[in-house]
């Protein structure tokens, strides 16, 4: 076999491979898990009267993507120009771009974009942002834009709501811009804040005359916090899809929700309190996100995974509860941030009971800008 072949073809396992004869380090998404993480926060948002708008940074997936407009997402929610490409041309034309998009480059780019996306909007919270749309965009072909407001998370967005409105007075008066509403990204227990800043926004608003059809509030974390903001048309989550560690200690599922394991092969036991998994840092995300390890083994309770190298993930076992599993054997590791991971792979599997039922490539895989 020629060798450019068996690389492309290698190790990804057909339809029907058992999870123990893949290759290792590799992610692998419980079909079930994900179809009914899908479900239960459509139905959760569908009952709030919100729309739901899933980012897809976690999954980066236009399949997956399709499952999510097929259970009733109303479109989706990209972060770069480059990502929102790549899910226009798997034929999405509903992207909001929750992102500042500065300079000559990108704004070329995101005005070709916006000619072949039927409903494609932005976000700015600068007269900056907004002065170089303006000059990008004209009155044949405008472009939606979105004040994205700072409610607690300290981030991006406007400090204000009377900056939040004189902002979109800038945005109305340009001939090429559409004021589309005002978005957000909470800090994690914040939606009294976020309702308390959207209710004064809108008021303000009001009483200039501008309307503000939508009101884009987000997160995974305050996902079924969302009925606790009212003024808020539509959430946005991307984690929930896939559920990660960081998920399960904030109370948003249960271990039994999480849809994305990263099999690894133990590949050194050189003491006794120590083994070595194939699984380093190009293949679990660096991110602690307030954990002390990098990750939680599924059934050797007190394992911890103390440190990564390129190739290679240590981990303590002097607290393991139970004999740990050797040299040769495959163990399921739960990551910290799943959405990071996802950007480490050309492809993800997909199984069912242990059984491979898929191979997807990440389509969105490194549209970094």
Known sequence: MPTEVYIMNYPWPEPGTPLDQIATPMPVIDEDRLAANIARVQAYCDAQGKAFRPHI????????????????????????????????????????????????VKLARLKALNARVSKLAVVADSETTVSGLALTFDAERPLTVLIECDTGAKRCGVQTPEQAVALAEKISAAPGLRFGGIMTYPAIGGAEAVEE???????????????????????????????????????????????DRSMVRAGHCTPDDLAMHILA???????????????????????????????????????????????HAVVDLSGCAVPFAEIGQIVQVVPNHTCVVTNLFDRMVFHRNGIVTRVENVDARGTVW
């Open 197 to 243: 800043f959207m209710a004064t926004t809108m008021s303000l608003l009001s009483g200039k005359g501008i309307e503000c059809p939508v009101r884009s509030s987000g997160g995974s974390p305050d996902l079924f916090s969302a009925h606790l903001v009212p003024s808020a048309t539509e959430h946005r989550a991307g984690t929930y899809v896939y559920n």
């Open 57 to 104: 940074k976690t999954h980066k997936i236009a399949a997956v993507a399709r499952q999510q407009i097929e259970a009733g997402a109303v479109g989706l929610n990209c972060q770069k120009v480059t990502e929102a490409e790549v899910f226009a041309d798997a034929g999405f034309d509903d992207i909001l771009i929750t992102y500042n998009i500065l300079g000559p």
């Open 265 to 311: 092969t133990v590949v050194s036991k050189p003491a006794a309190d120590r083994a070595v998994l194939d699984c380093g840092s190009k293949a679990l995300t660096s991110d602690l996100l307030g954990f002390s390890d990098y990750g939680s083994l599924v059934g050797f309770e007190g394992a911890r995974i103390v440190s990564l190298s390129e190739e």
